[in-house]
């Protein structure tokens, strides 16, 4: 047996070590891409709209363009979740290196767009605070965008916790006499695609 599984590009899952959700309104804590100052541009090619004497229109259109764009988050996140159970079951390697590939991409696209989302959303909490009509508008946006990074935190968590099992049984087959804390320090390796080759 020869293939690696359960890594994003051979590697072992880079949001392992994510911190952890921050409830207070930061982003940046957990979920994969939900970090400050990076803007998308297939989201919005120029800069988001300011808010400083913006209208009713201008505001609704920015929620309504944020609504769009959480929906899709989601519908990535649905993606990638049924990947990663592709990933953990493909046996011929052109597959699995097809399936990685479409992973890799997704997480990528999904991880900038939470971070565009986050920024914006920021932005239009603080535009929206002088406003007590628009808050319960941003308030309902940011509670559903937060709702959906601990959705992705979920997924990836459990990805991470089926890889690694999945990687102790592979390496338990290729060496049965392993102790439990060299297959641990194999499986924990960040250049897992190195451990059968370790095992040999």
């Known amino acids: 047996m020869s293939r690696q599984q359960g890594g994003y590009g051979g590697q072992s ?61 989601k519908a990535n996140i649905s993606r990638i979740e049924s990947l990663h159970q592709r990933s953990l079951t493909d046996i011929d390697e052109s597959t699995s290196s097809q399936t990685q590939h479409q992973l890799d991409a997704l997480v990528a696209e999904t991880s900038a767009l939470n971070k565009n989302l986050a920024n914006r ?38 990805y991470s916790k089926r890889a690694k099992e999945q990687m102790a049984r592979q390496y338990r087959i290729v060496k049965p006499d392993a102790s439990e804390q060299e297959v641990e320090e194999a499986c924990s390796d960040t250049q897992g695609a190195q451990i059968f080759s370790q095992a040999r």
């Open 121 to 158: 959303i920021k932005r239009l909490k603080s535009k929206a605070a002088s406003d007590p009509a628009k808050g319960p508008q941003v308030g309902n946006l940011d509670r559903n965008f937060k709702d959906t990074l601990r959705k992705y935190q979920t997924v990836e968590a459990a």
């Open 13 to 73: 899952n880079p949001y392992a070590q994510q911190d952890k959700y921050d409830s207070n309104d930061n982003y940046g804590g957990g979920a994969p891409g939900a970090g400050n100052n990076y803007e998308m541009g297939s989201m919005n090619d120029a800069a988001p709209p300011s808010y400083p004497g913006d209208s009713q229109q201008e505001f609704f259109a920015e929620v309504n363009e944020l609504r769009d764009g959480i929906d899709t988050v």
